[in-house]
C-alpha cells in the first residue's frame, strides 16, 4: 500500500478552529489522501509565552511536510506581537500570493455577475518588511523594500500562471509617479518580463485608477500582480465585492513549501457562534489537493461546494431571501456539500482539474552577481532631530550646519517630510522636528569614501546636533540612485 502524503495543519484562532475541522472532513470525504501533522500557531502560543506565536515544532513538521494548510489567526493592531502571518511568508520564502476571486450570479448577490479574475501579490516585500522606527517626538518611519529579485520572481510567476491556465491578459498595479524608483522597478521589471510572454496582453495603472476599476468593473480584468500592500487592500475589495470574503481562499507559494490558507481572518465577531462560512478556506484546500497532485478529489469537492451554492445553502455571510434557499450553520453546510459529492453544478460551470488551474512551481531568485554594477559614493542624507525654543527656521539651520566643517561635502538642501526647504523654501510650508539635510560631493564625477561621512559625523556630534540616521547616495553606472527633493 502506498504511504499518504503528510500535511501540517494549523487549526488557528477565532473561527479558525471550526472552519479547519468543517474543511478537513469534507476534503476527506471527497477522496483526499493525508496524513495530518497538527501544529499550533497564533494567540495560545504566544499568550504562553512564545513571543514569535509559533511552536518550533512546525518548522520541523514543514520540513517533512512540504504543504501547510493554516486557518486564520488574530494579529493584534497597533502594537503587540508581530504578525504571523507575515513572519510565516517570510520565513519560508513564500513569495508568491494567489488569489482567485470568481463571483457566483444568480446564486449569490452581486454586483458584478462576471468576475473571474485572480490576483498575483508579492508577498514578502514593499511596506511589509516591518522595519518600523519612531525617530523624533513628532515622527514615524516604516520602509518600503522593493528588490529586483523579488520583483522579478513575482511578476514572471504572474506571467507563467496566466500561461499554464490560458489567461489572456495580466495587468500590473504600482504608484510609480510617486514612488519611481521602488514601484518603478516594478513597472519596469514587469515590462521586461511581458516581452517573453508575447502572447499575452499587458497593462499597466497607477493603483488608485486600478483599484477603483478593480471595484467598479472587475470583470475587465484577467490577471493582476501587484507589490505587496496593493495586493493585499485590493484582493479584499474584489473578494467581497463577488459577495463576501468568506468566500476566497488563497496560496502562498514557496520554493520548498506551499501553504494554503482563506483570505479572510479570524473574525472574532462571529467565533464560537458555529456559523461561520467555511467556503474560503475549503477553496483554499481544493488550491492545495490540485498542488498535491490531487486533482480528482479537488474537482469533486470544488463541484460539489459550487452545487451546494447554485442548490441556495448559503451560510448567514451571504444569505439573501431572493438568492437563497436555506441559512444554514458551518456544520449543516459541510453535511451540504459532503451530500453533493460526486454531483456537479447545474447552471455554474463546472471545474476540471485534469488539464487545467494549476499553480506554476516557485522559481530560484535571480541573485545581481557581485561586480555587475558600478556602485560609487557621492554624499549622504543626514537626518536631524532639530528645533530651537523659537521655533523650526530652515534658514536657521542650514546657517548652524555650515558653522560645522564638512569637509569634501557640501550642505545642498534640506527637506522636511521630503519637501525641501532650504535653499529658497516656501514660508508656508509646515515643519516638523524631523530634517533631511542633504550633504553633496561637488561635481558629477567625483567619489567619496566613507571616512567623509565619518568625519562630517563626528563634527555635528561635536557641533551638538542630534542625527537620527544617515542614507548613503550612490550612483549606480552613473545614474544617480536616489530621489531629488520634492521642490529641488
Ligand atoms: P476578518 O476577515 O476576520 O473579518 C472581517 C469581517 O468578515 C467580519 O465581520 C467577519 O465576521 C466576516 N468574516 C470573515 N470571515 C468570515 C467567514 N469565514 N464567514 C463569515 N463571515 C466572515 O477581518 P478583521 O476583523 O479585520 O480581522 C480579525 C483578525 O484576523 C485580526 O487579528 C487580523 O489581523 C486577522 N487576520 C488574519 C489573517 C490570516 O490569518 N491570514 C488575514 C486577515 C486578518
Sequence with gaps: MTQKPHITVAHGDGIGPKIMDACLEIL???????EIETVEIGEKVYLR????????????????TGVLYKAPITTPQGGGYKSINVTMRKTLGLYANVRPTRSFHPFVRTKHPKVDLIIVRENEEDLYAGIEHRQTSE????LKIITRPGSERIVRYAFEYARRNHRKKVTCFTKDNIMKMTDGLFHKIFDEIATEYPEIETEHMIIDIGAARAATQPERFDVIVMPNLYGDVVSDITAELTGSVGLAGSANVGEKVSMFEA?????????????????????AGVMM??????????????????????????????????NSTRQ????????????????FPKKLAPVSYAHGVTLPKAQPANIVKLGTHKKELVGVDLFLDWQTADGRNPDELAEALKKVDSGDLDLIMITNRGQKVWPHGHPDTFCTDHWRCRYQVKGD???IVHESIV???HNMSEAGFDFIKTENLYRFDGQLGFSLGQGQ
Design 28 to 34: 476527506e470525504a471527497g477522496g483526499a489522501q493525508f
Design 289 to 322: 489537493l490540485v498542488h498535491m497532485g490531487q486533482t480528482q478529489a479537488a474537482e469533486r469537492v470544488h463541484n460539489a461546494w459550487l452545487l451546494t451554492i447554485e442548490d441556495g445553502i448559503h451560510t448567514k455571510d451571504i444569505f439573501q431571501l431572493e
Design 49 to 64: 509565552g512564545n513571543s514569535n506565536g509559533i511552536e518550533p515544532d512546525l518548522w520541523e513538521s514543514l520540513a517533512r
Design 328 to 343: 444554514v450553520n458551518t456544520d449543516n453546510f459541510v453535511k451540504a456539500v459532503i451530500e453533493r459529492l460526486g454531483d
Design 445 to 447: 564625477t567625483a567619489t
Design 455 to 457: 568625519r562630517l559625523l
Design 263 to 283: 483570505i479572510h481572518g479570524s473574525a472574532p465577531d462571529i467565533a464560537g457562534l458555529g456559523i461561520a462560512n467555511p467556503s474560503g478556506l475549503l477553496m
Design 139 to 142: 515622527v514615524y518611519q516604516t
